[in-house]
């Protein structure tokens, strides 16, 4: 069979952990998301621990250091069918993962040494910590202080709306080294979460998104070691913004997961319920708006497939990023609430996941910049990609 165009490329083993990653959703998360989400809870210890003994913590993490080695695509095609189940869960895993992957790429042997096995285990939880109280998508003006002290660093400040807070162990943290210095003087290192004067100061309790365990965390004179630097100023920055573009496509790829869950549900439903003497699926009105449902979902499959095979190609793909995530969540808000009016009231229930999709689908425009904020970066390479005098510099 032909491969269709809202297709990934990938290898058969690459195929075989897609699969894997649909039947560990529905068999560990979807028994369990609309309990989650009930009682606003973050997604239990023991899910990361089956989440890495089925072996994707370690996606792309090379098969000699103990991952899967497979590429960057079906990293995204993983968190796309996951993503039917739970966008909030599948965030959280997601997330957590991806740190295998940067220590595999950027970290020290010492480094990966120390924590890659307990990662690849499930041992411990990672996360990311860029956002601050007050500083949203503006990470340059970050107020968290890193300083310079003899064999390391010493940490102050707060970080919020970090993913798996509730539960993290390590941290990926980003401080200011140089007061005025805006993002030439930011580095990153590693935090170990149970050090002395590190606080959990709040877990929020999110419509939507509990499961992702966010959390505010506070530092107060916290001791890292020059060893657990992972980017010095000058690099780190750059080094996050590449890692936010690959984080908007795994956006994006899960924005179009829950919306083709929606979809599934409400064709189903609308061709077997009647009113009025016909199935559902038979009156133009509901019929044309799922139409319009596939053909949004198509179009933001095929742009976030466009950026993630720029990525993988080491390509630039900021432009492509944004104009996925910004596409997909917004398709993903009337996508989701265009199936739920097909359901009726049935999709208003507990036991049908169309409530906490279009919950999800509102996060969707909110983490790893806002959709304003895509708006805003597609704008300023406007003249990059699309102005007359573009292909000058080639010419010359």
Wanted: charged share 20%; net charge neutral.
């Amino acid at each position: 069979m032909a491969p269709h165009l809202t297709d990934l490329p990938l290898t058969p083993r690459e195929q075989e952990l897609v699969e894997a990653a649909r039947r560990f959703a529905a068999e560990v998360i979807e028994p369990q998301a609309a309990i989650w989400e009930q009682k606003r809870q973050a997604i239990p210890r023991d899910v990361f621990r089956r989440y890495a003994d089925a072996g994707f913590s370690g996606l792309e993490v090379p098969t000699e250091l103990g991952g899967q080695g497979v590429s960057y695509l079906c990293k995204v095609r993983v968190a796309e069918v996951m993503a039917h189940t739970c966008f909030a869960a599948t965030f959280a895993l997601n997330n957590s993962q991806a740190t295998a992957a940067r220590l595999c790429r950027e970290g020290t042997d010492d480094q990966k040494r120390r924590y890659l096995p307990r990662l690849l285990s499930g041992e411990i939880v990672s996360a990311p910590g860029i956002t601050e109280p007050g500083g949203g998508s503006d990470a340059t003006a970050m107020r968290t202080r890193a300083t310079k002290v003899d064999g390391g660093w010493r940490i102050d400040g707060q970080k919020a709306w970090i993913t798996n807070g509730a539960h993290a162990d390590l941290l990926v943290l980003y401080a200011q080294t140089k007061e005025g210095a805006g993002a030439r003087g930011i580095g990153s290192f590693f935090v170990d979460l149970h050090a002395i004067g590190v606080t959990r100061s709040q877990v929020y309790s999110l419509i939507g998104g509990a499961a992702i365990g966010t959390a505010e965390l506070t530092f107060n004179d916290v001791f890292v070691p020059d060893a657990d630097m992972v980017a010095a100023p000058g690099s780190a920055f750059k080094r996050a913004m590449t890692g936010i573009t690959a984080a908007r496509t795994h956006v994006a790829a899960m924005a179009n997961g829950i919306v083709e869950e929606c979809l599934s549900r409400a064709v189903d439903y609308a061709g077997k319920r009647t009113a009025f003497g016909a199935k559902l699926l038979d009156h133009q009105g509901l019929r044309w708006s799922l139409a319009d449902v596939a053909t949004e979902l198509a179009a933001s499959r095929l742009l976030t497939y466009h950026s993630a095979c720029l990525i993988r190609q080491g390509e630039d793909a900021i432009l492509a990023a944004s104009q996925a995530k910004s596409f997909a969540a917004q398709m993903a808000l009337r996508g989701v609430a265009a199936c739920m009016q097909a359901m009726g009231a049935i999709g208003l229930k507990d036991d049908q996941p169309f409530g906490r999709h279009l919950a999800a689908a509102r996060i969707a425009g909110y983490v790893d910049g806002t959709t304003e904020i895509q708006r805003d970066r597609i704008g300023l390479l406007l003249p990059k990609h699309f102005g007359r005098d573009r292909d000058k510099g080639a010419e010359s």
